[in-house]
């Protein structure tokens, strides 16, 4: 069982901490009852993000609840997306990037020396800005991507079950049941949203990341997406980068407000709190600027 | 003050020498030239393409593609060599193709910004300039390290093609690769794959089309070469279909012998050395219509 913040922290620093066994995918999918599976929180801790030399993101100290939808918002540039990207060791991914600090999943550090990234992603699932299903594969195949790039072995039957829970959980099934084996290229910009979306829950991580999820989409798309975060969020943990107020205050429950005070100072998270409190009486004069449109 | 704008009325009555009249005509000056230039870099190939058909079409028949030169006096065909250049570019071809397309991966997903990148494109860049009588002397001197001098097989002269086609290969699917968008390796990563699964199943699938027209460019670029196969293949009448027994023909060599030795009957011999280069360029014809349209089938539209 996870241990408290601090033994988490006491047990990191004593060295070697030993990749917890997560939960990871069993063969046989979850029956519907998957909402059995407790979600988990996520933690950065005094995280530092780099650049080579350049300082990104300062000292960010936050918590991601579990069954909650976590907004990041801020103005352009200030550190939202790369702080995200640090959440599933995706940010190391940039030559030169660096981390320094700690994020824990579960009480577990991710960045601990010997936990391998390529298990740390499997937990942390991310969707992105621009919809990017695989164009070589077809709807099936990339719903069923994460099993089949990591040559999971799972029979066909039991894929299909995977296949049609995750679809039917991004509200996609009923669409596209009889083309699954259309290439993925073949939808429309919000169906291959939801389609990255499936992709994501297929392989059922703990956390979802999503990074400006809607903002290639049109409005009726977004709302879908919204409407379908609302509901992912009684079995994931969520973090949404938004640029959009509008949206962090309909679709969230948290809100994190991160500022940049100038070009080239590093951007810094300045409050996190419950969303109606964040929009309606921030305690920041900086975050209040901001949510009134101020600047941004 | 500004100049007035073009109305209607100005622009479709516009006199000689108005500015007007002058941007048109300079307009059409410019496209006859280059339509011009155009024709005239087509002409060498149109005039070629003709003169080998020509000259070519009486020396084809069944015996041409049937028999091999063994034993005839003044008849046979080019078998032998037809096959030949078949297995030679073919061998030369499962040679190149694995390790240009490993050193492009190399060179694009795993290079970075290191210094043994920029040594290998400079290498590279170099190896795209070898004449191919030297890839065919490496051929030979290699060989003959080994096996001894005077050694020929069908082999060695897929070596020296392949010399000669992998800087092509590296190049190609160095630029192929690159076009692949990073949103799909993102997209690969963030469900937790691995970096060579990555690779193999997202990255090259997607690129598959445009490998395939990189390997078919460096093919067309070496099926016609007779220096390197001259030096290491030999010549030779009879079917070999064996690259590592002996001596090999091939439409090329054949080409240059039939003209250079022409048996009893000398137009025969001529008529089938324009025969042989007819098929060449026929071979990379049909290789290209392949190509293109593999191209066409596998493409993927990545945005």
Known sequence: ?296 | MAAPRDSPATLLTAPAGSPVWRRKALNRVMTAIIAGAFALAMLPLLSLLFEVAKRGIPGLSIEFFTTSARGAIGGGGAAHAIVGTLVITGVAAAISVPIGIMAAIYLTEYGGRSRLRRWLTFFVDVMTGIPSIVAGLFAFALFALIFGPGVRLGVMGSVALAVLMVPIVIRSSEEVLKIVPNHLREASYALGTPKWRTIAKVVLPTAFAGLVTGVMIAVARIIGETAPLLVTTGVVDSINSNPFDGRMQNLAVYAYSEYRTPGVMKQASYDRAWAAALTLIAIVMILNVVARLIYRRYKTETR
């Open chain 1, 1 to 296: 069982m996870p241990g408290t913040t601090d033994t988490a922290r006491v047990r990191s620093e004593a060295g070697q901490e030993p990749v917890p066994t997560p939960q990871a995918p069993s063969t046989t999918p979850e029956p519907a009852a998957a909402e059995g599976r407790q979600a988990k929180t996520i933690e950065a801790r005094n995280l530092n993000l780099f650049y080579g030399d350049f300082h990104a993101v300062e000292n960010v100290t936050m918590t991601i609840a579990p069954n909650k939808v976590t907004a990041l918002i801020g103005s352009s540039g200030c550190g939202k997306t790369t702080f995200l990207r640090s959440l599933n060791r995706m940010h190391e991914l940039n030559p030169g990037a660096r981390v320094e600090g700690e994020v824990t999943l579960d009480g577990h550090d991710i960045y601990a020396r010997g936990v391998d990234p390529v298990q740390v992603r499997r937990l942390v699932g991310m969707v992105f800005q621009s919809p990017n299903p695989f164009p070589t594969m077809s709807i099936y195949d990339n719903v069923a991507a994460g099993l089949n790039l990591n040559a999971t072995r799972i029979k066909k039957a039991d894929k299909d079950a995977v296949v049609e829970r995750s679809l039917r959980g991004a509200h996609l099934w009923e669409e596209v049941k009889d083309r699954l084996d259309k290439p993925g290229s073949s939808l429309s910009g919000g169906q291959q949203q939801r389609l990255c979306i499936a992709r994501a829950i297929a392989v059922e991580p703990e956390v979802l990341l999503m990074d400006e999820p809607c903002s290639a989409l049109d409005p009726v798309a977004t709302l879908a997406i919204e409407d379908l975060i609302g509901e992912l969020k009684s079995k994931y943990t969520i973090a949404i980068v938004t640029h959009n107020m509008q949206q962090a205050a309909r679709a969230s429950d948290i809100t994190a407000f991160f500022n940049l005070e100038e070009t080239g100072r590093p951007g810094r998270l300045v409050e996190v709190g419950e969303t109606e409190t964040i929009f309606t009486s921030p305690s920041e004069q900086a975050t209040e600027d901001y949510v009134s449109g101020r600047f941004g």
